[in-house]
C-alpha cells in the first residue's frame, strides 16, 4: 500500500510563505503523476499544481506566480512551495500520487493564512 505524508503546514500572516512537503513511499515515485489539492471548510477540494511523471506542471489561476511545485525522485518527496500567501488560500492541503489509475492521497495538512 502506497503511503504519502504530508508536512510543513501552519499558521502565517498574509504575504509570507510556507514549503509543503509530501514523502511517498514505495519504489516507483518517480513513475507517478503527483498533484496538490486543497479543500476550504464549506468548499469542494480544487486542484492546486501538478507534476507529472514527464516533468510537465501545471497550476490552478489562482495560484500561478505565487506557488511551484517541485519533485525529488531520489527522496520520494514532492514539495509545494507557497510564497505571497493570501487568506484565501487557507485550507487544508493533500498530496495526492496518481499511477495507472489508482490514486493515493495523503491526510492533509493544515495551513491558515492570517493576521
Known amino acids: 500500500q502506497v503511503q504519502l505524508v504530508e508536512s510543513g503546514g501552519g499558521l502565517v500572516q498574509p504575504g509570507g510563505s510556507l514549503r509543503l512537503s509530501c514523502e511517498v513511499s514505495g519504489s516507483r515515485f518517480s513513475y507517478y503523476h503527483m498533484g496538490w489539492y486543497r479543500q476550504a471548510p464549506g468548499k469542494q477540494r480544487e486542484l492546486v499544481a501538478t507534476f507529472t511523471s514527464g516533468g510537465s506542471t501545471d497550476y490552478a489561476n489562482s495560484v500561478k506566480g505565487r506557488f511551484t511545485i517541485s519533485r525529488d525522485n531520489i527522496k520520494n518527496t514532492v514539495y509545494l512551495q507557497m510564497d505571497n500567501l493570501k487568506p484565501e488560500d487557507t485550507a487544508v492541503y493533500y498530496c495526492?500520487?496518481?499511477?495507472?489509475?489508482?490514486?493515493?492521497w495523503g491526510q492533509g495538512t493544515q495551513v491558515t493564512v492570517s493576521s
Open positions: 495526492n500520487a496518481n499511477f495507472l489509475r489508482q490514486a493515493y
